[in-house]
């Protein structure tokens, strides 16, 4: 058998406690009551043979493959379909079992390809496997009759092909697509000997509904289902345990190697996170890793008009920390800063800000998820007393009603969207909050018991009208309050929430959202038993992102929603390390654990152990940094793993900001678009490149493990070391290890943290210290981290962005399945055939209006600047909005959005932007600009050696 298959114990598991005693061939088992005999034998390291049943998906019972005796009983029962009993007797190898057995995989074998050897799933091959352990010899029924063996190949998929030649027509592909990912794609067509699977009528995969998580992939027993990377390379030989580095669902993959070579990412069943489950990126958009465009020598240049000059690692770091150390000495300690990015592991980032605060000597450190979820971070802590989500994922099969706002999670976080849909088809309600129609509003067997189409920027009043119902209609859980709330915030609150202003009629005029499905929609919250807040960037990234989140806090503790399974506060969170990089003390004003900068005890307890004095006061957030730089008194920055000049708003403001600065370092895998305006470039590794940690959304600590050496030669913790060491400050790690150790040391919420610990018990969600060993899955059980649940007023301030009647509308963005965040991954696979370029969706009405037409350009224009792309006319979005994506530089969606942002934490205001559409004929004058510039660096920004 394939040397990295995963364990398949045929079934899942029971969820029973108790126990029941059985015999399995003589030999007495303790087994789990509710187990299918196929599951106790397998337990109890008994091997029935099965083709239909795998212990993701419920027992089908169609192959007849495990049949076995029963005392008592007639017949042969599925062992797959038969749940134990106490006292029960089963033999699972006798004569006839043998027999019957042989006669199915004969069957099954006289319409199967006899092509073993040259098949690409030789010896990961369930049916080879069973036809071996069954002892078939040889096939009575020839292969001259009616067979499928010339069925036509569907290679329509990037990433797998499907070849009917080989189906045994077991469905197990189907049951993955509805049960585990909820899409419902699949089906068997046809009846006898003519069923077949089929993605659709007539049509291939690539057409299909199929999002391609590449669960029937996982689940099919034979070549059917294949993927092309082991079609192409062969079977893996080893694995090592990994974590994805894409989004904040955190999932763990099984990376398949062959020598160094990666040929599969299977998802890890095992893995908290996702149980075996996956999505397109983590699944098949791993090739960015090795893709040609990588860079592997660091480089340097004088100005940015100059080419790029490879050199050695040693002379980039002294010559970064000379021109750092010049900058410093000419303009003052305090010019200088970096940004540390939530796609590189908690050790790389906790370095990045310990070069800032010991070898810079400043605070000037900051993060991406400033223009993410920094509002996160602000509104549960004043809350709730932590900056982070309330629950873990399971926790969501508990919940009764499940309000998901501002998220579209089955583009975003589509595994944890697999989980919720499972849930939602058991019975739990759905109340969506979105300005557009998203895929959980009505999708297979799913459909939204209501969907608050506000306009955007009205969250703010939706969620207060929402808690006026609750609060006005006698729902709120008084007695919950009063035992675990600060009750003057409370009453406070109350008399805000019950202001005639808060109430649905009111806020209907504002928000465009019908009272009467306010109402209806706060009465589901308010009686829900359990009742669970799930939230997105469409929360946070708006001028009231931090009042919306506590506006959530408020509604969740006002109804007694907070401290255990079921229910919640949680934050969907973008990128793969977001969570861990702001844990790791990457803002300006807080030190990791998320301590203030100003605390003496905390700052002392640092100094001691980093031997430098460490400055009180907080430092610049990205935004005053580029307004610094503008103003000449902020000139050099180091930028880890991100690309601000496009992912930030104002898109020339950022422009200006970046040119204007002496020194800019860009440590990164692609020449990004920042690049273009550094003057030192560090190549990156890539997550299968790390040894490390990440922190998904659940405050789960997964471990990140190498599975290759770096490809540029050096690891990047190493490289921020190094430059501190060259910039006078001397930090001496020998591992990515010490670092985590380090971090534990310094941090409470991390006390008991280490690689060895994560290695023996798989992963955990902070705090885990002598209070929490294990860690802790639900936070605020007994009591609020900040002693009592503080209830803030959420006053409704509208943003100073307005549609006029120059800029009638509203743009609002988002992201898409198949791409990620600014693309620099994600256009470098073969997701580009889902979503190659950012388009502009737009109602019916509004484009009928101004003449737009389906796939032609149109340019967008707001007081900021002005792009073109191409419309996509479609009811999802309502009238007077529009929506777009910002995953291709060239489209520039940045240009257009505004400098506004959160008021406490200068969070951008992405998802509102007044703005003009009309048809176009031509590029921008920015696109145009920025395809020049495309040009010319192009030109320099290749090595003479490469051009
Ligand atoms: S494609 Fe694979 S999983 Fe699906 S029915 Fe055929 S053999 Fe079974
Ligand atoms: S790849 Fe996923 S969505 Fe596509 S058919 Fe398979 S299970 Fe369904
Ligand atoms: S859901 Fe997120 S973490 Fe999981 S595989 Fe997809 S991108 Fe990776
Ligand atoms: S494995 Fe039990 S019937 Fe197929």
Known sequence: MNKTRQTDLGTPASAATETVQVEIDGLPATVKAGSSILRAARESGVDIPKLCATDSLKPFGSCRLCVVEVEGRKGYPASCHTPVEDGMKIRTQTDALSRLRRNVMELYISDHPLDCLTCSANGDCELQDMAGAVGLRDVRYGFDGENHLDAPVDASNPYFQFDASKCIVCSRCVRACDEVQGTFALTIEGRGFKSKVSAGISEDFLDSECVSCGACVQACPTATLM????????????????????????????????????????????????????????????????????????????????????????????????????????????????????????????????????????????????????????????????????????????????????????????????????????????????????????????????????????????????????????????????????????????????????????????????????????????????????????????????????????????????????????????????????????????????????????????????????????????????????????????????????????????????????????????????????????????????????????????????????????DEWLITQELAQAMGYPMDYENAAQIMDEVAELTPTFNNVSFAFLDEVGSVQWPCNDDAPMGTPIMHIDAFVRGKGLFVETDYVPTEERTNRKFPLLLTTGRILSQYNVGAQTRRTDNNIWYGEDVLEVHPSDAEMRGIEEGKLVSLTSRKGDITLRAKITTRVKPGVVYTTFHNPETGANVVTTEYGDWATDCPEYKVTAVQIAPATHRSEWQEEFAARAEEQGRILTPADKA
């Open 227 to 714: 993927e092309k990377s082991i079609v192409d390379n062969g079977q893996p030989d080893h694995a090592v345990i990994t974590t994805c580095a894409y989004c904040g669902v955190g999932c763990s993959f099984q990376a398949e190697m062959k020598g160094d070579q990666v040929v599969r990412m299977t998802p890890y069943k095992d893995g908290e996170a996702n149980h075996g489950h996956s999505c397109v990126k983590g699944r098949f958009a791993w090739g960015y890793a090795s893709h040609r465009d990588r860079v592997m020598k660091p480089m340097i240049r004088e100005n940015t008009s100059d080419p790029w000059r490879e050199v050695e690692w040693d002379e980039a770091i002294q010559y970064t920390a000379e021109r750092f150390k010049a900058i410093q000495k000419e303009y003052g300690r305090k010019s200088i800063g970096g940004i540390t990015s939530s796609r590189c592991t908690n050790e790389e980032v906790f370095v990045v800000q310990k070069l800032v605060r010991a070898a810079m000597g400043n605070n000037n450190v900051d993060t991406c998820a400033r223009v993410c979820h920094s509002p996160t971070g602000y509104g549960l802590k004043t809350t709730l007393g932590t900056s982070a989500g309330t629950q873990p994922f399971d926790s969501v099969m508990d919940a009764d009603v499940i309000v998901v706002i501002g998220a579209n999670p089955t583009v975003g976080h589509p595994v944890f969207a697999s989980q919720m849909k499972r849930r939602l088809r058991e019975g739990a309600q759905l109340i969506v909050v979105d300005p557009r129609k998203i895929g959980l509003v009505r999708s297979a067997r799913i459909e939204a018991a209501h969907h608050l189409d506000l306009l955007p920027g009205t969250n703010v009043p939706i969620i207060n009208a929402l808690a006026h119902v609750i609060v006005s209609e006698g729902l709120a859980d008084e007695d919950y309050v009063k035992e675990r709330c600060d009750l003057d915030s409370w009453e406070s609150w109350k008399a805000m929430i019950l202001k005639p202003e808060n109430s649905p009629e009111e806020v209907a005029k504002v928000s465009g959202v019908d009272a009467e499905a306010i109402r209806a929609a706060a009465r589901l919250f308010g009686n829900a038993r359990n009742g669970a807040i799930y939230y997105g960037l469409g929360v946070t990234e708006h001028s009231q992102g931090s009042t919306m989140v506590m506006g959530m806090a408020n509604l969740a503790m006002a109804t007694g929603n907070i401290g255990r399974s079921g229910v919640g506060v949680n934050p969907l969170r973008g990128q793969n390390n977001v969570q861990g990089s702001c844990d790791m003390g990457s803002f300006p004003h807080e030190l990791a654990g998320y301590r203030h900068i100003s605390g003496e005890e905390v700052r002392t307890q640092f100094e001691q152990h980093w031997g430098v004095p460490i400055d009180p006061e907080p430092g610049f957030r990205i935004p005053n940094m580029f307004d610094a730089a503008c103003a000449g008194t902020f000139k050099g920055m180091y930028i880890q793993g991100e690309d601000v000049a496009q992912s930030d708003p104002d898109t020339h403001h950022v422009e200006a900001a970046l040119s204007a600065m002496e020194c800019i370092v860009v440590q990164d895998l692609f020449l990004n678009e920042t690049a273009k305006f550094a003057h030192v470039f560090l190549p990156g590794t890539s997550f299968l490149e790390k040894n490390g940690t990440f922190i998904n959304a659940e405050r789960r600590i997964n471990r990140v493990r190498k599975v290759m050496e770096p490809q540029q030669g050096k």
